[in-house]
């Protein structure tokens, strides 16, 4: 058969994923306090966007000839017009941005009156992090020790329980110095408050706190030097509650291990969260949902949310065709742009709006009853509500957050696979995971209930599940098997 070339011609329709149509995507996954990032990042980069205030707004338009205000009133449909190419430059550039010239609500960075106190005179000192702690108890030593400069090192690598997760050898590598220097470093660190800091296991910090308690509080308790042993010889079999080879290998009796075991329970096996703050993520819901005259009503949570607008120094300038040709279409390209982004932005929030509106609808039984009334619900439900693709919905309640009177909510909290059930039909795995966590805090401590007991049960109360299904949703829930449960009682 002969090879030859041929041109053929053919149509198909495909998605081009474009610069901004890929901004649009990412801006529409991101949460709020990101999105604040992205409008901050976005305004430094690009001269025709700024953030507006009332005041500021209310100034200008005063300025503004006349025509500029009535042009200012266009309709928001009047924005989507902008074609690129040729046919942007023949656009009224003051009719097609007026809208976000001066109708975009100001709300955010509005200064504070001459006869007020700056705010930041009024923010509390924050507090000391687990460094400074140990920089600050090192420099109470006084000592010019090269020692003291590779234990501040050190300090700066102990991860937020306080340990030291970094090999020496990479340690000595970096500073250039002996691995016996960053042991001695490290034995000076150890040394520190609270006892067990720069340990490199558990094991190692529990003995550091016991060795403290010796060097303390001498023989008062005579469990504390057993304690030592158990774990410097027992670990392993400590961990797995291994009672019986630990009375073998130490020669100890059952009451004696029982002594150990609570000397054990009262050390502290996360140190580093004494000295330092525990960082916590800060959530700003991106909706607030409340109800109003027996009906849930959902509103953006726009309080202090930055406000953008185009520059109207920069539009005046395209205006007044003061600028030379070069000049006047990187404005003219900066100015699509900002459109793109400003658009983009309100689409993210329209679209979010109306999630959330389909996800209160569907899950109104769970905000007016409880956890007992959340219905399962899965993305394509809500994709069908609102018309859209359901990879759309996954972008929307990633990072996402609702402020109900029941509390604040991921998105992704209303969304579980459903369970079968005799009489209400399907109900949602998170009422199971509820029904499940009631009987075992329920059962007898002598007598705990296996997964196949649980399943029973939940099987009369007209609740389809399998054993192995309950077994997943136990450890999901981190409740230990009943065996590890009888074992530690016994």
């Known amino acids: 058969m002969a090879l030859e070339q041929r041109l053929n011609l053919k149509l198909a329709q495909k998605l081009v994923m474009t610069p901004t149509l890929q901004q649009a995507i990412k801006l529409l996954q991101l949460s709020r306090l990101e999105l604040e990032q992205a409008i901050s990042q976005e305004v430094q980069v690009n001269p025709l966007l700024e ?9 200008e338009t005063e300025t503004l000839p006349e025509e500029a205000v009535e042009a ?13 190419g040729d046919a942007f430059s023949q656009v009224n550039i003051e009719e097609l941005f007026g809208n976000f010239l001066h109708d975009t609500p100001a709300l955010g960075l509005g200064g504070w009156e001459d006869e007020e106190r700056s705010p930041l ?32 090192f050190i300090a700066g690598n102990l991860d937020p329980d306080g340990y030291l997760r970094a090999p020496l050898e990479d340690l000595a590598a970096t500073l250039d110095v002996g691995v016996s220097d960053v042991e001695r470093a490290l034995r000076l660190v150890q040394r520190l408050e609270p006892a067990g800091i ?13 060795e403290r308690q010796l060097a303390g509080a001498a023989s008062a308790n005579p469990a504390v030097p057993r304690a030592l042993e158990v774990v410097g010889r027992c670990f392993d079999d400590l961990l797995h509650q291994r009672w019986e080879r630990i009375t073998h290998k130490l020669g ?3 009451e004696e291990v029982r002594q150990v075991i609570e000397v054990l329970r009262h050390l502290d096996p996360r140190p580093g969260l004494q000295l330092g703050p ?23 949570a726009d309080d202090g949310f930055p406000r953008l607008r185009l520059s109207s120094r920069y539009v005046h300038m395209l205006r007044g065709r003061a600028v030379d040709s070069e000049a006047a279409s990187y404005l003219r390209e900066r100015m699509r742009a900002a459109l793109w982004f ?20 569907r899950q109104s039984g769970f905000l007016d009853h409880g956890l007992p009334h959340l219905r399962p619900l899965v993305l394509r439900d809500i994709a069908d509500d609102i018309g859209m693709h359901e990879s759309t919905i996954s972008r929307v309640v990633t990072n996402k ?3 109900t009177p029941r509390g604040v909510f991921p998105f992704k909290f209303f969304f579980h696979s459903a369970i079968s059930h005799a009489v209400d039909g399907d109900i949602s795995s998170v009422v199971v995971r509820d029904r499940i966590k009631e009987l075992i805090s329920a059962e007898e401590p002598h007598r705990p209930l296996s997964d196949a007991r649980v399943a029973r049960q939940l099987n009369r109360l007209g609740i389809r599940i399998a054993r192995r299904t309950v077994a997943k949703y136990r450890e999901e829930m981190g409740i230990p098997s009943s065996e590890q449960r009888r074992r530690a009682l016994r």
């Open 72 to 84: 200012s009133e266009a309709p928001a449909a009047e924005v989507g017009a902008e074609n690129a």
């Open 342 to 361: 400003l658009r983009s932005v309100e689409q993210r929030q329209a679209t979010i709006l109306r999630v959330a509106k389909a996800i209160v609808q």
């Open 198 to 210: 720069g340990a490199r296991s558990l094991q190692e910090c529990f003995a550091l706190q016991l």
């Open 121 to 152: 005179e009024n923010s509390p000192t924050p507090p000391g992090s687990l460094f400074d702690s140990i920089v600050e108890q090192l420099r109470f030593l006084a000592s010019d020790d090269p020692i003291n400069k590779v234990a501040e």
């Open 278 to 300: 525990i960082d916590s993520m800060v959530i700003e819901p991106d909706v607030v949902v409340t109800k109003d005259g027996g009906e849930w009503r959902v509103a953006l």
């Open 252 to 254: 100890l009796s059952l």
């Open 51 to 59: 953030l507006s205030d009332e005041d500021q707004r209310s100034e």
């Open 401 to 403: 957050y609702m402020a």
